[in-house]
């Protein structure tokens, strides 16, 4: 299974903190599954992009403060579900700074939420590398989750 976390926007410099945060978890991942990390200038680049895929279409997640919130184990559970599913691919995207419009919105296969409260793109970013990470070793067993 393949992990992709997209945003809409400029690649990030190495040598911001919260990029050096995201890798080093994407890294982590990599234990797991595939992951990478890529930037689309536009909303239209990141469809054309997934559209375009070959074989099966992977599956959309935009992250969306109006989406749907979960747990760390609730989380790890909806990717265990597509993982046995056979979902090949799945795309975590994070929108521009306005927003996801609700044409976009429709076309995801779900709208996740980190929660409420609005915060840096680039802060959001490592959280849900973080959080996939936690997901990996909730499904495989492995003590880094340990449920506080």
């Given at each position: ?17 919260f990029?050096v ?57 909806w ?32 709208l ?33 989750h340990?449920?506080?």
């Open positions: 299974m393949q992990w992709t976390l997209a945003h809409i926007g400029n690649r990030l410099p190495t040598k911001d903190p990029e945060l995201t890798q080093d978890w994407l890294r982590r991942i990599g234990a797991f599954a595939e992951a990478e990390s890529v930037a689309f200038r536009s909303i239209d680049d990141l469809f054309s992009v997934v559209s375009g895929a070959k074989g099966r279409k992977p599956e959309i997640v935009l992250l969306d403060s109006r989406g749907k919130a979960m747990s760390s184990e609730k989380f790890a559970e990717l265990g579900v597509r993982r046995d599913e056979g979902v090949r691919q799945i795309v975590f995207a994070i929108g521009p700074a306005s927003g996801w419009d609700e044409e976009t919105r429709a076309r995801a296969n779900l996740l939420s980190l929660g409420p409260m609005t915060m840096a793109h680039s802060l959001a970013r490592a959280v849900l590398a973080e959080q996939l990470y936690r997901a990996f070793t909730i499904l495989s067993g492995h003590p880094y340990t449920g506080h």
